[in-house]
Every structure is written in C-alpha cells, then in structure tokens.
C-alpha cells in the first residue's frame, strides 16, 4: 500500500508542539456533548512563548495555503480568540510581510464599554473590511455565530473562518449514538455562509502522525472515535 502524502512543514511542526507542550493530549475526557472522547485538545495551555510563536506561524500558512483568500481583519471572539488574533496577525507579517503587512486585528468585548471609545468592537474598525473569524475550536458552533452577527451588524463582510482544530465529527443529537449520518459544524457553516472555512489541524492529521510515532493503544482509540463519529461532509 502507498505511504500517505506527508504533512506540510508547519502541520508536523505545530502537531510537535502541541503534543511537547501537552495541548494535545490521550486518555479519557468527557466533553460537553457527553460524548467519550479519547484525546483532548486543550487551546488553553498555548501560553508559553514558544507555543505562541507555533501556533501564530501554523495559523499564518493556514491563511496564506488559501490563496484567493482576501481579508484586511483578523476577528478573534472573545476570550480564546482575543491573543490568537493578536499573535497571528504577527505571525502572518513573518510569513509574508509584503502580502500581510498591513493586515489588522480586532476583538469584541463581551459587555459594551460605556466611557472612552465605548462600543463592544476593540481594534480595527470592521466597516467595509473582509473578516477572517480566527478561534481555537468549533464545537456547536454558538461563539461562531455570535462572532459573525457581531462582523454583520459593525458593516463588515464575513471572508473566511479558520480553527487551530477540526475534529471531524458529526453534531450531537439526543440520539448520538444511533448511527445516524450527520454532518459537522464546519461543514454547515462552509454549507451555511458560502465562505472557506480552515483548521491547522484535523483529526486525519493527527491519527497519520500517531502511525508513525504514537502508542498502538491511543492510535486504535483514536480510529474506533473517528469510525463512530465520523461527519457525514
């Protein structure tokens, strides 16, 4: 059988970070959809410099492998997406300062300020702008759309939506375990809002990496998860 097409640079980079660093991580976690999930990745821990710096890079040549992609804004929602935002805006000038100099970032507040400035938009003005939505992860997809009703309503257009992670599943249902095909929250907002929606990662990514370097046990967890959970998009 062929070997699968190898990772580009900056996948196989950031998937070492985040498994050094215990982003990612094996065992077994509930997750808010009660489902029993067999790993865990947690945005949470990418505090450290050289995790910064990784996943600022790994999100710039996300953005930049799109290239009809056309944006002036990076939205990070709040909180999550506020420092993502931030350093990716930075790491988007490293990977190409001609193309992404002048690219700008902004933020939401979760409560209206009502004293200088006020509003509830921190940063760039999104008037007129193409906004790329940038967060962790996209789960029932609620934050997401909070994000792009708020990018409507400030007279911006929504250009695109990129997670660090896309684990691949179905959405949840009160009949979760029946079988029944159903496709994932990425690929109703692709489906939905008609514009390019990126992760960094996808669980494919991660199972190929763990063939090669990871624990016979986690890698059969992992494909008995996908199998069970796999979307239908």
């Known amino acids: 059988m062929a070997s699968s097409t190898p990772l580009p640079q900056y996948k196989s980079d950031f ?24 790993y ?13 710096r990784a996943i600022s ?4 040549h996300t953005l930049a492998a799109e290239p009809r992609l056309e944006f002036d804004v990076l939205f990070g929602p709040a909180y999550k997406g506020i420092p993502i935002a931030a350093a990716t805006t930075l790491g988007l ?6 193309r992404y100099g002048q690219i700008s970032y902004s933020f939401n507040r979760k409560e209206a300020k009502d004293h200088g400035e006020g509003g509830t938009v921190v940063g760039a003005p999104l008037k007129d702008k193409r906004v790329v939505v940038i967060d962790d992860v996209m789960t029932a997809g609620t934050a997401m759309r909070e994000a792009v009703d708020i ?5 911006g257009t929504l250009a695109g939506i990129v997670v660090a992670f896309d684990r691949m599943e179905k959405m949840p249902s009160p009949t979760d375990d029946d079988g029944t095909p159903r496709p994932s ?7 939905e809002f008609e ?6 990662l996808t669980l494919n990514d991660v199972i190929e990496t763990l063939k090669g370097m990871g624990s016979e046990e986690d890698l059969k967890r992992l494909e008995e998860y996908r199998e069970k959970y796999r979307a239908s998009d």
């Open 185 to 191: 929250t990425i690929g109703e907002f692709r489906k």
């Open 93 to 98: 000038a490293l990977v190409n300062e001609k």
């Open 15 to 38: 998937i070492s970070a985040c498994l050094t660093g215990k982003v990612l991580t094996f065992g077994t976690y509930v997750l808010k959809s009660k489902r029993i999930s067999p």
């Open 57 to 60: 890079l790994a999100y710039a």
């Open 195 to 200: 514009v390019p929606v990126m992760s960094i």
């Open 151 to 155: 990018i409507q309503k400030q007279g």
């Open 40 to 52: 865990f990745f947690n945005a949470g821990v990418l505090h450290r410099a050289d995790l910064v």
